[in-house]
DNA sequence: CATCCTTGTATTGTCAACAATAATCAGTTA
DNA sequence: TAACTGATTATTGTTGACAATACAAGGATG
């Protein structure tokens, strides 16, 4: 249910050793498979397939395929089976829109919950993504820092349901950013900006202000992505709304 | 996944005759149980109890319990069950705050999308509220028609994330509200005037003013129920914080 | 030639049996 | 007596087989 931070940040000193069951591991590889484009978008996903690819039987990626519709990388149709989603233009405003109405009062808790550690977390995601700058990263990596910086942010703020909704959105906000990256190279320096205010903001604990910037950001990043997909045109067939937001 | 309104108001001619599958009539039984108070808080509900007297297997009803987890109204742990929630005064401010943060997208945007027949099927349900008040309603029911005009709002507002996530709020909000009525008699009259406020609001198209009706519906809706909650004091042990929402 | 119906097949929906696990309760030991 | 240990048991996790369904192909019929 809850994808685990690939490089920990402040780890604690004992981990509860929780144990995971195997729908838990199909969801992690089969949504890995899909976000890595292993499975591309419209591809069937069969269950029988699955299960002998994944060594399980039909049971756990039962589950697992309904874990995924919830968090929008799958669409499953009754006696039909499962198929990656394509993710089209109106997609894209569902999401960012959701995720702004979210992220808002993500903001406004975190600038009154958030503890030091909370600000020193976010703060070695962001050196994080320097010494990644610095290197050459990969889409993928600017990609999962961005969302892990945010991700600080919903935890912050210390509400699970919350904090449950932005994990249903955060894997196609993942494909949204690869998409973005590919035809916009110089947002970087843009997201690293963003994302020092919004720590400033936070740690001034000044609800107004977080508020303005939070919205901010993510129309710019709306802008950004909505530009790549008018440029490729993914979605050929004529669907032509969704330019505004909200 | 889409629970069916009780009565349908204005309905279409034709329904496109969807098959259900034995989860769903699972998750429909098991939720009309659960808030009819067959089954109380704390419970357990153990899959081959329930498979028998639902006359099916255990797969349906664990997928059932998957569903009613999400909609909060099961905890389901692992290897140890499912039982029904227990809703504490910090889960009502999660839910009212989540609430607040995603109805005020679903006001702005219905104020931009919302057609004729919308507007028509707030004002039967706003009738059915006038002709239940006659003759001396059900708590039920009130609750009821309450949850179905807010339906209606959101599906105005034409967003399926947002819809999916009202859809995980919808029964907790039930649970609320009934515990509302009970303690505070005189909130009818209030109710039914916000909502014609919001309805004119819609109609004029009015963002603003749409988006300060619904925070101040809600935020009063939040303060009556919480007068009810440190009233009984339902979590009896020690849960001292989260008077203030947001 | 198009349309409807039948039949075959691939796939999901459901079930019942088996395996793994966590809680319970004696029994033992310090 | 209290705490630990080990078997017992109830319950969930997982599996493979069976049933139901939707799609596709082919033939019958107008």
Known sequence: MDAEPL???????????????????????????????????GEALREEQLATMLDVSRGPVREALVQLEREGLVVVRRHRGATVARLSRGDLEEVYSLRLALERLAMLRAARYATDEDFAAMEAVMAAFDVALSRGPSEKEIAELDLRF????????????????????????????????????????????AHAD?????????????????EEHLRGAYDRI?????????????????????
């Open 226 to 246: 909505l530009e790549s997909y008018t440029a490729t045109e993914h979605a050929s067939s004529g669907e032509a709304p969704s330019p505004t937001l909200i």
């Open 150 to 193: 945010h991700d600080l942010i919903y935890r912050a703020a210390r509400h699970q349901r919350m904090y449950d909704c932005w994990s249903n959105l955060r894997s196609q906000i993942y494909i949204f950013l690869l998409l973005r990256n590919v035809a916009n190279p110089d947002f970087r320096d843009v997201t690293i900006k």
């Open 7 to 41: 490089l920990s940040v402040a780890s604690p000193p004992l981990t509860p050793a929780v144990k995971r069951s195997l729908a838990d591991d199909v969801v992690d590889r089969l949504r890995d498979a899909i976000l890595h484009g292993s499975f591309k978008p």
């Open 198 to 214: 919004l720590l400033e903001a936070l740690r001034a604990r000044d609800e107004v202000l977080v508020a303005t910037l939070i």
